[in-house]
């Protein structure tokens, strides 16, 4: 369910309400001594939020992609290794 920002147009007052999409707006200020009328706020919603290595990647390949993936991954560190023993020995040298 999601928040809604209400301003009382009588107090200013901002609250932020959770309610279900199917219920109806608020039409008096939730602070009794006040009794003004609200009036609902447009709010830029909610943005999703991608962590980790990717979320394409880990949640929606087929099995067989994500074995072809580990396999390359595998080749391109083992050549890594191999270039930096290189690297080393022309500098012991």
């Known amino acids: 369910m999601p928040t809604y920002d209400y301003q009382c147009e009588k107090c200013g007052e901002i609250f932020e309400i959770f309610q279900s999409m199917n219920d109806k707006k608020l039409t008096n200020c939730p602070n009794n001594s006040c009794g003004g009328k609200m009036q609902r706020l447009l709010g830029a919603g909610a943005g999703i ?9 880990t949640d929606y390949r087929s099995e067989s992609y994500k074995a ?9 560190s083992n050549k ?6 290189k690297k080393d020995t022309k500098k012991s040298d």
């Open 49 to 57: 939020i991608f962590k980790g290595s990717g979320f394409y990647e």
């Open 68 to 76: 072809g993936a580990k396999a390359d991954k595998k080749k391109s």
């Open 80 to 85: 890594k290794k191999k270039s930096e023993k």
